[in-house]
């Protein structure tokens, strides 16, 4: 299967929104809930900002909400932070059993 | 503290094999999937392979199916990935991941610190 799409890039300033988009297909987003996303800082391991769809882990601030729509998932980052300039990645499950990640796509706070 | 730390990472050549190991605290190991994943230098992330928390269950990238086995020994809380006939394209940093719950598919909550393995004579 192949990997989910993402734009290389996004921005914007502190105290905006940003919407970072993920698409694939009816076989992975478009069949399933399980669309997960990930913050990574460079030289960290990857953090858990979403998963199945719109759930937040504990500890993750609301300013980041998820959505779906058809083969399509969104991360919203509100209220941009400089902290939150970072790598960000989509992942879906793909069915049999298998994971499937998006490209990321580096955010930047102006 | 929730915690995996990898281990067994290196130089290896290309045909050569690897076993990285990846133990957890803090959380009954049995009672979550565990998974690898994978990130090439500079590149995104790729989910490499999952278990089960009985191990019951394996599951593999088809790019990658043939040449891993993925294990785990819930008596010692580790969870094992046993690479084969390795390739310049396996360098990576490999993480291993657990799963939130169990009923989820794909959302890793707790990541180690990574283990990194370059393929190269």
């Known amino acids: 299967q192949s990997a989910l799409t993402q734009p290389p890039s996004a921005s914007g300033s502190p105290g905006q929104s940003v919407t970072i988009f993920c698409t694939g297909t009816?076989?992975?987003?478009?069949?399933?809930?399980?669309v997960s996303w990930y913050q990574q800082h460079p030289g960290k391991a990857p953090k858990l900002i979403m998963y199945e769809v719109t759930q937040r882990p504990s500890g993750v601030p609301d300013r980041f909400s998820g959505s779906k729509s058809g083969n399509t998932a969104s991360l919203t980052v509100s209220g941009l932070q400089a902290e939150d300039e970072a790598y960000y990645y989509c992942n879906s499950y793909g069915g049999r059993n298998n994971v499937i990640f998006g490209g990321g796509t580096k955010l930047t706070v102006l | 503290e929730v915690q995996l730390l990898e281990s067994g990472g290196g130089l290896v050549q290309p045909g050569g094999s690897l076993r990285l190991s990846c133990v957890a605290s803090?959380?009954?190991?049995?009672?979550?999937?565990v998974n690898w994943v994978r990130q090439a230098p500079g590149k995104g992330l790729e989910w490499v392979s999952g278990?089960?928390?009985?191990?019951?269950?394996?599951f593999y990238a088809d790019s990658l199916k043939g040449r891993l086995t993925i294990s785990r020994d819930n008596s010692k809380n580790t969870l094992y990935l046993q690479m084969n006939s390795l390739r310049a394209e396996d360098t990576a940093i490999y993480y291993c991941?657990?799963?939130?719950?169990?009923?989820?598919?794909?959302?890793?909550?707790?990541w180690g610190q990574g283990t990194k393995v370059t393929v190269s004579s």
């Open positions: 009816s076989s992975d987003i478009g069949g399933y809930n399980y």
């Open positions: 991941a657990k799963e939130i719950r169990s009923t989820s598919k794909g959302s890793f909550d707790i």
């Open positions: 278990i089960t928390g009985s191990g019951a269950g394996t």
């Open positions: 803090g959380f009954t190991f049995s009672g979550y999937a």
